[in-house]
């Protein structure tokens, strides 16, 4: 009854309410033939961009009612507080006197729905600050590549960093899982562990299966267990069923925290109870509240990610909790989500400042300015990024982290290291 209990509690949670206030509606499609905004003298502009007036129009495409919404939501809120630090004044992100508007459209975490918000905005905006999820983004690749523009991922799938038009902001969900098993195969002998999966039936997913089978059979490692899980998929039994009756020992999470929820409190039920590893998107710092799961269900779980916590000793981070506390909207918390999503606009605006410098924030300048940026780091926030050649390269180290509920915090189990590397395990932070 408990446990039944409990996954209620979860799936409530995971479709939770909204921190942030809609932005409002464009006022209508623009013409493809002639620039959007007015020019001022001696700087290109085309779409998006009022140069007379210094002010950018960007696009996001969210998640905030979808199965992702729980990431979706604090995701959209770091855009929020970035542009109201930016519109604020004196932030230094943007040359003074610039400004942002933006567009936002909930897409729900569907595709098609993805698709035909693109198509509705895209005439009004210089670039899409967030696109929400690999199987939202990956149908826009074409339709991004005909109107020149780029999109920022809320996505670490490989085919970001292969596309110009898709940059990421960290390493890819394959590096993850690569790096989960090289870990995995310090804490027992290789011919004695044996591996499981459960992936969402998507490019997110195949990138961790990916990674989770290249590894294994380099270091002769066997998988039992492959499972697949559905976005929004709620019963879980014959999931933990097939595993447990594989004796999978490690299994990979390469799933929304909609699904990680509802896998760990069903693998509890069932008394199963294996070394659990996720990838970075199947975590949310909600789950630190032991009222919504509580903390004993994580017991065996690790967190692999290229990525920075909130509160992490690093240049830059009291910056951005100092711009967060100014500019968050009523009801928002710290999340690891929205740190992300505003240190990836970091990247976007960069490339915003430099266009301008350079007198061309048309799409193109925008586009070309991008290419120019080399070892940019956030601020210290970031592993460095490059979008000077393809495929980009932003990271290739990551490292285990384990949960620590008493801190609402994390405790370093395995350092960064390359994919490949067999590091050595640590139980204190670097």
């Given at each position: 009854?408990?446990?039944?209990?409990?996954?209620?509690?979860?799936l409530?949670?995971?479709?939770?309410?909204?921190?942030?206030?809609?932005?409002?509606?464009?006022?209508?499609?623009?013409?493809?033939?002639?620039?959007?905004?007015?020019?001022?003298?001696?700087?290109?502009?085309d779409?998006?961009?009022?140069?007379?007036n210094?002010?950018?129009?960007?696009?996001?495409?969210?998640?905030?009612?979808?199965?992702?919404?729980?990431?979706?939501?604090?995701?959209?809120?770091?855009?929020?507080?970035?542009?109201?630090?930016?519109?604020?004044?004196g932030?230094?992100?943007?040359?003074?006197?610039?400004?942002?508007e933006?567009?936002?459209k909930?897409?729900?975490?569907?595709?098609?729905?993805?698709?035909?918000?693109?198509?509705?905005?895209?005439?009004?905006?210089?670039?899409?600050?967030?696109?929400?999820?690999?199987?939202n983004?990956?149908?826009?690749?074409?339709?991004?590549?005909?109107?020149?523009?780029?999109?920022?991922?809320a996505?670490?799938?490989?085919?970001?960093?292969?596309?110009?038009?898709t940059?990421?902001?960290?390493?890819?969900?394959?590096?993850?899982?690569?790096?989960?098993?090289?870990?995995v195969?310090?804490?027992?002998?290789?011919?004695?562990?044996?591996?499981?999966?459960?992936?969402?039936?998507?490019?997110?997913?195949?990138?961790?299966?990916?990674?989770?089978?290249?590894?294994?059979?380099?270091h002769?490692?066997?998988?039992?267990?492959?499972?697949?899980?559905?976005?929004?998929?709620?019963?879980?039994?014959?999931?933990?069923?097939?595993?447990?009756?594989?004796?999978?020992?490690?299994?990979?999470?390469?799933?929304?925290?909609?699904?990680?929820?509802?896998?760990?409190?069903?693998?509890?039920?069932?008394?199963y109870?294996p070394?659990?590893?996720?990838?970075?998107?199947?975590?949310?710092?909600?789950?630190?509240?032991?009222?919504?799961?509580p903390?004993?269900?994580?017991?065996?779980?690790?967190?692999?990610?290229?990525?920075?916590?909130?509160?992490?000793?690093?240049?830059?981070?009291?910056?951005?909790?100092?711009a967060?506390?100014?500019?968050?909207?009523?009801?928002?918390?710290?999340?690891?989500?929205?740190?992300?999503?505003?240190?990836q606009?970091?990247?976007?605006?960069?490339?915003?400042?430099?266009?301008?410098?350079?007198?061309?924030?048309?799409?193109?300048?925008?586009?070309?300015?991008?290419?120019?940026?080399?070892?940019?780091?956030?601020?210290?926030?970031?592993?460095?990024?490059?979008y000077?050649?393809?495929?980009?390269?932003?990271?290739?180290?990551?490292?285990?982290?384990?949960?620590?509920?008493?801190?609402?915090?994390?405790?370093?189990?395995a350092?960064?290291?390359?994919?490949?590397?067999?590091?050595?395990?640590?139980?204190?932070?670097?």
């Open positions: 009854m408990f446990v039944r209990s409990l996954l209620a509690t979860v409530l949670l995971l479709t939770g309410c909204s921190d942030g206030t809609p932005a409002p509606e464009p006022s209508g499609p623009g013409d493809n033939n002639a620039p959007s905004m007015p020019m001022a003298e001696g700087l290109n502009t779409f998006g961009v009022d140069g007379d210094k002010v950018i129009r960007v696009g996001a495409l969210n998640d905030e009612s979808g199965p992702a919404a729980a990431i979706g939501k604090p995701y959209a809120i770091g855009k929020r507080v970035l542009v109201a630090q930016v519109n604020a004044g932030s230094g992100l943007l040359p003074e006197g610039w400004r942002i933006m567009v936002e909930d897409h729900a975490y569907n595709p098609q729905q993805s698709v035909q918000a693109y198509k509705e905005i895209k005439d009004d905006i210089l670039f899409l600050a967030t696109s929400f999820g690999t199987p983004t990956l149908p826009l690749l074409p339709l991004l590549q005909a109107d020149g523009i780029l999109a920022y991922p996505s670490l799938s490989s085919e970001m960093a292969a596309n110009r038009n940059p990421p902001a960290g390493p890819s969900y394959e590096i993850e899982a690569r790096r989960a098993m090289d870990w195969v310090t804490t027992a002998e290789p011919a004695s562990i044996k591996a499981g999966i459960v992936y969402q039936q998507d490019d997110y997913g195949k990138d961790g299966l990916n990674g989770w089978k290249k590894a294994a059979a380099d002769g490692v066997t998988i039992v267990s492959e499972q697949t899980v559905a976005p929004g998929q709620k019963d879980m039994a014959a999931v933990i069923t097939a595993l447990k009756n594989a004796g999978a020992t490690h299994v990979l999470l390469t799933t929304l925290p909609s699904a990680t929820g509802p896998i760990l409190g069903t693998a509890a039920q069932l008394k109870m070394t659990w590893i996720g990838n970075t998107p199947s975590w949310i710092d909600a789950f630190f509240a032991p009222e919504v799961i903390s004993a269900v994580f017991t065996n779980f690790h967190w692999v990610s290229g990525l920075p916590y909130w509160g992490e000793e690093l240049p830059g981070m009291d910056g951005f909790v100092a967060f506390e100014a500019h968050k909207s009523e009801g928002a918390k710290p999340d690891f989500y929205t740190m992300m999503s505003y240190m606009g970091l990247v976007a605006l960069e490339a915003a400042k430099r266009a301008i410098e350079a007198d061309d924030i048309s799409r193109g300048g925008y586009q070309d300015a991008l290419g120019g940026i080399s070892g940019f780091t956030a601020g210290g926030l970031l592993q460095p990024l490059s000077d050649s393809l495929p980009f390269v932003t990271g290739t180290r990551t490292r285990v982290l384990k949960p620590d509920f008493e801190k609402t915090s994390w405790s370093l189990v350092p960064y290291a390359d994919a490949g590397a067999k590091a050595e395990g640590a139980e204190t932070a670097e």
